[in-house]
């Protein structure tokens, strides 16, 4: 399977994602919180590692201890606006798939600049505009470090798809129960 974890705030009853587990499984498909600390970013260059937590806010004070200053502050700060108005974009997006093509063409007008803005900006683009450049280039590399996750390279990858698998991870992360073997057999079952 080759499932490290996931986020989805599994621990909701409401979490979509839960539900979608739920019925693949019948309801037999457990998970196991992770620890607080679920990811650590290790920076091979200057050796320092920044903690990646299930509260935003303490991992943002845990970049900003391996970034300090009112630069890397401001760049953090609008990096994590950009990155609600990529996801604010994506869900447009997913809206506009499940309706008739005629309502994206009778609305794109209005979207089509906010999507081409947040949505098609590629994610090396959207860390310089929020000013990770120059000193600040590896604050970059930083908070783009699981671009694993979706497997293109940042230079590639389109905004709004890291900003939903960024903010997929707040909450926390989690494994299933029993191993990733246990997905195989809840699903077979």
């Known amino acids: ?91 447009c997006l997913f809206a506009f798939k499940v309706l008739p093509p005629i309502c994206l063409r009778l609305c794109w007008p209005a979207i089509g600049p906010i999507w081409r803005r947040f949505g098609c900006r590629t994610v090396s683009e959207t860390t310089r505009a929020c000013g990770m450049t120059g000193t600040l280039k590896d604050l970059g590399g930083c908070v783009t470090y699981l671009y694993g996750d979706y497997g293109a390279n940042p230079r590639r990858a389109p905004w709004f798809l890291h900003s939903l698998v960024d903010t997929h991870y707040h909450g926390g992360a989690y494994f299933p129960t029993g191993g990733c073997a246990s997905i195989a057999k809840t699903l077979v079952a």
């Not at 590692?49 to 760049?75: I, K, M, N, S, Y």
């Open 1 to 91: 399977v080759g499932l490290h974890y996931i986020g989805g705030m599994m621990e909701r009853f409401f979490s979509p994602l839960r539900r979608l587990w739920a019925s693949a499984s019948d309801g037999q498909l457990e998970w196991t919180r992770c620890d607080p600390t679920y990811d650590v970013a290790y920076n091979s260059k200057t050796k320092r590692t920044v903690e990646w937590t299930e509260d935003p806010a303490e991992t943002d004070a845990h970049v900003l201890d391996v970034f300090p200053g009112p630069r890397a502050e401001a760049a953090l700060r609008r990096y994590r606006l950009l990155e609600s108005l990529g996801i604010v974009s994506a869900y």
